[in-house]
């Protein structure tokens, strides 16, 4: 399949050299390289006029496309016009050697696929335990392999407000557990969301269909956004033999405070996308889990380092909490 690759990025010029470091070492190369820049310096064009990478084109955009979405919207647009798939990378990942095959792959298995999402191997130790594992209150098992579960959610198991469905799947009142919770089973699993950053397309999908404006800037839950939206007119996988690592960059992101009220309020948002009429049960458990989570966050105060960010990201999620009684936003599809 002929395929694309579009980078956004913004002030990240040595984790992009290092993804791009790790393209030329892919099985499959992508039939055109396309870094949508959103810096308002020229760190990152100076790198790439001192390393040369094959099939790259770079795009430094004006400030009425700087955002992640407009970005992604932007980089579409240029695209050639034999292009059959799309891929999209966050610019701190690093691929294995056959992430791109492992991906087309996947559109090959299953035709009727609108998108497919690679896999994060660098962020949870997981564990193969077989087919008759009992966890314990503290792990989380799926498919034979097992995990240790968070704080969070071990509270959540305690007082019934656990997910019911599997990883990658929304429930009816939200707060699903994300794909990080497949396991590295080397399967490929149908899903209803995946990771912007680890993600592809057909193009047919994306021409049809735009990442949505409402979320500006860092772009919180945007994947979740869209994803979602597709996830109800066609079929979305995981392959999680599609393998690379997230290697997390501070530079561009919000501060704790805009972050904190991004989950809330982008999280409320795309509750709505999934499900615009909730039941009484589904917005009480949205609401108490939230809480619930703004509560344990306000806990870490005691128990983190960095007190400061604890406590103005409790108070960023607690203001969007309130800010959702009175001013709702408003649902773009």
């Given at each position: 399949?002929?395929?694309?690759?579009?980078?956004?990025?913004?002030?990240?010029?040595?984790?992009?050299?290092?993804?791009?470091?790790?393209?030329?070492?892919?099985?499959?190369?992508?039939?055109?390289?396309?870094?949508?820049?959103?810096?308002?310096d020229n760190?990152?064009?100076?790198?790439?006029?001192?390393?040369?990478?094959?099939?790259?084109?770079?795009?430094?955009?004006?400030?009425?496309?700087?955002?992640?979405?407009?970005?992604?919207n932007y980089?579409?647009?240029?695209?050639?016009?034999?292009?059959?798939?799309i891929c999209?990378?966050?610019?701190?990942?690093?691929?294995?050697?056959?992430?791109?095959?492992?991906?087309?792959?996947?559109?090959?298995?299953?035709?009727?696929?609108?998108?497919?999402?690679?896999?994060?191997?660098?962020?949870?130790?997981?564990?193969?335990?077989?087919?008759?594992?009992?966890?314990?209150?503290?792990?989380?098992?799926?498919?034979?392999?097992?995990?240790?579960?968070?704080?969070?959610?071990?509270?959540?198991?305690?007082?019934?407000?656990?997910?019911?469905?599997?990883?990658?799947?929304?429930?009816?009142?939200?707060?699903?557990?994300?794909?990080?919770?497949?396991?590295?089973?080397?399967?490929?699993?149908?899903?209803?969301?995946?990771?912007?950053?680890?993600?592809?397309?057909?193009?047919?999908?994306?021409?049809?269909?735009?990442?949505?404006?409402?979320?500006?800037?860092?772009?919180?839950?945007?994947?979740?956004?869209?994803?979602?939206?597709?996830?109800?007119?066609?079929?979305?996988?995981?392959?999680?033999?599609?393998?690379?690592?997230?290697?997390?960059?501070?530079?561009?992101?919000?501060?704790?405070?805009?972050?904190?009220?991004?989950?809330?309020?982008?999280?409320?948002?795309?509750?709505?996308?999934?499900?615009?009429?909730?039941?009484?049960?589904?917005?009480?458990?949205?609401?108490?889990?939230?809480?619930?989570?703004?509560?344990?966050?306000?806990?870490?105060?005691?128990?983190?380092?960095?007190?400061?960010?604890?406590?103005?990201?409790?108070?960023?999620?607690?203001?969007?909490?309130?800010?959702?009684?009175?001013?709702?936003?408003?649902?773009?599809?």
């Open positions: 399949m002929i395929f694309s690759l579009i980078i956004c990025t913004y002030k990240r010029p040595l984790p992009l050299l290092k993804l791009l470091r790790s393209l030329k070492e892919q099985t499959f190369y992508p039939n055109e390289v396309l870094v949508i820049d959103g810096s308002s760190d990152t064009m100076r790198m790439l006029c001192e390393n040369n990478f094959e099939k790259l084109k770079y795009y430094q955009v004006e400030p009425e496309f700087r955002g992640l979405t407009r970005q992604r980089g579409i647009a240029q695209v050639a016009k034999d292009i059959e798939v999209f990378l966050d610019d701190d990942t690093v691929l294995s050697p056959t992430y791109f095959e492992e991906i087309l792959k996947t559109y090959e298995k299953y035709p009727t696929a609108l998108g497919v999402g690679g896999y994060i191997n660098n962020e949870v130790k997981w564990e193969f335990v077989g087919d008759d594992y009992h966890p314990k209150i503290n792990e989380f098992y799926f498919d034979g392999w097992k995990r240790k579960d968070g704080s969070r959610f071990v509270l959540r198991k305690r007082l019934g407000l656990d997910s019911d469905r599997q990883p990658a799947c929304l429930p009816d009142f939200s707060h699903g557990r994300s794909v990080g919770f497949l396991p590295p089973s080397g399967k490929t699993y149908q899903v209803e969301q995946f990771m912007g950053g680890v993600s592809s397309f057909k193009v047919e999908v994306l021409q049809k269909h735009k990442f949505s404006t409402y979320f500006e800037g860092y772009g919180l839950y945007e994947d979740a956004d869209f994803t979602l939206r597709m996830s109800k007119i066609g079929d979305l996988y995981v392959n999680t033999a599609a393998q690379l690592g997230h290697f997390h960059d501070v530079a561009g992101r919000p501060n704790k405070y805009e972050y904190g009220k991004m989950v809330v309020r982008n999280g409320w948002y795309v509750w709505r996308v999934k499900y615009p009429n909730p039941s009484f049960k589904s917005k009480f458990k949205w609401h108490i889990i939230t809480l619930l989570l703004i509560l344990i966050r306000f806990s870490n105060i005691f128990t983190v380092n960095n007190k400061k960010e604890a406590l103005t990201e409790s108070c960023g999620r607690m203001f969007a909490w309130f800010q959702l009684l009175t001013n709702k936003p408003k649902i773009i599809l």
